[in-house]
């Protein structure tokens, strides 16, 4: 098992950056597939971008089509922890985002691929 924290989130205006961070502790980070997912009032909880365990497709990264452009996912493997870079934010961003992590995953928009997750933090765009 693996214990997911999430920090970052906040309030930013439309055009605006965040970069959220998720701390992992427990079993060998670099063998997990970690994810982005998001979830907005009423909406179900939807894929964002994730990154390929080290020893898989060697750090592979996989965008959603809403988010291609504008989001980078990146990992740093001696600091177990992923990273949200979100960049040119729009109001349809607005969601509580979670960090996913499963062992020797091949990267799955499917949240029930995931195991393991961490507790969300809340991203509010305002236009």
């Known amino acids: 098992q693996v214990q997911l924290v999430e920090s970052g989130g906040g309030l930013v205006q439309a055009g605006g950056s965040l970069r959220l961070s998720c701390a992992a502790s427990g079993r060998p980070f670099s063998s997990y597939t970690m994810a982005w997912f998001r979830q907005a009032p009423g909406k179900e909880r939807e894929f964002v971008a994730g990154i390929t365990w080290s020893g898989g497709s060697g750090g592979s990264r996989y965008n959603a089509d809403s988010v291609k452009g504008r989001f980078t996912i990146s990992r740093d493997n001696a600091k177990s922890t992923v990273y949200l870079q979100m960049n040119s934010l729009k109001p349809e961003d607005t969601a509580v985002y979670y960090c996913?992590?499963?062992?020797?995953?091949?990267?799955?928009?499917?949240?029930?691929?995931?195991?393991?997750w961490g507790q969300g933090t809340q991203v509010t765009v305002s236009s």
């Open positions: 996913a992590a499963q062992l020797y995953l091949v990267v799955s928009a499917s949240k029930e691929a995931y195991k393991n």
